[in-house]
């Protein structure tokens, strides 16, 4: 195996595209991510997507984009996994690289959501879930993080305002990133009296739909010397669960998220206490919750303690969601772990502005596919 990093970044900004479709959206990120690294060729493409064909009315879009960015001939295609599709696909890109079939590789995220009406789109998103036990019983994937919220609430003896900090602390963050879908602060008198979307999941515990592509160019950390501004992947792991609530033992326990954290600290041989910051998978502030829960940076019913004492901020103990997360940058779903990735690597690049953390060494991110189904975390390092 050889280690991996990775050279190049580019992105779009999260918004409505109403004038750029997938493949421009997607040859925007490649183009600027080959334009960062400064490579012209690839030896293969990854497409991170979940809805393009249900929503764009398009598959097949590893030849596509790679026709489309100029890179026709190259090994390409598409790699799906729900809203983890992203990260999938880098782990894809990791793994070539890693096991010496390529040397370099684009990934890139995409994903166009707003052509449609919010019914398709919510419609589209349950596919993601059992089509044969939740859908057929009108579950999408606001209810179902509902359900959670809810039962969590129930268990722990929680208000809903405790879950103010998350949507308070991303929307903060997104402010100063030019990409991100919502630049305004949020205050929790805002948050507590956003419209109920599905009881007691409030507007802003959601994340928006939006559009958007983000692409990361990978090579072996060997010839990655040759970059000053490379990022390596210390760790690479993927878990999976049952795709519905019901057959979960204790469904506020996120054994992907708790099985791939595992792995990827193992992997860097690391533990919560040395990551200096958490990219997390905010689709829901529930999720937020579960996940620094599973991923353990909090027992077990004190995920909302970490957010109302502050330690979530980029002053705190774990500063998460630095850019925005998908509460504020938007999830722009097939495409956000890409984001993800992409901003960890601003981070340990030392480029985010306003946003910068001071000397961050190791980045975690995680992308989660429906309601933590599949989980994929990786972990960053600055190059020496
Ligand atoms: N947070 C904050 N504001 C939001 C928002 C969100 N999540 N979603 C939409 N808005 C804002 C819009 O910007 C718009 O503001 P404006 O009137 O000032 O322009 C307004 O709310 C209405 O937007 P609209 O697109 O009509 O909202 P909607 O009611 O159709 O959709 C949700 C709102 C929450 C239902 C939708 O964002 C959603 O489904 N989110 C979850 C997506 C999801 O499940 N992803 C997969 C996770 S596993």
Redesign the pocket.
Known sequence: MRDVSIIGIGQTPVQEHWDRSLRHLAADAVLAAKRDAGIERADALYVGNMLSGEIAGQEHLGALIADFCGLRGIEAFKIEAA?ASGAAAIRMGYMAVAGGLADVVIVVGVEKMTDET?EA??AG?ALAADGDYEVPHGL???AI?AMLMRRYMYEYGIEHQDFAGFAVVAHQNAVNNPNAR?RSALTPERFASAPV?AEPIR??D????ADGAAAVVLCPTEQARAFALSVRIRASAVATDCLSLHDRRNPLRLRAVEESARKAYAQAGVGPDDIDFFEYHD??TIMAALSLEASGFAEPGKGTQLAREGELALNGRIPVATMGGL?GRG?P?GATGVYQVVEAVQQLRGVCGANQLPGPRLGMTQNIG??GATVVTHILEVSE
């Open positions: 809203c919010g789109v919510a998103l999408t994937f606001v993080n919502f979307v507007l802003m959601a994340s928006p739909i689709a829901f509460k999830h779903v429906g309601s």
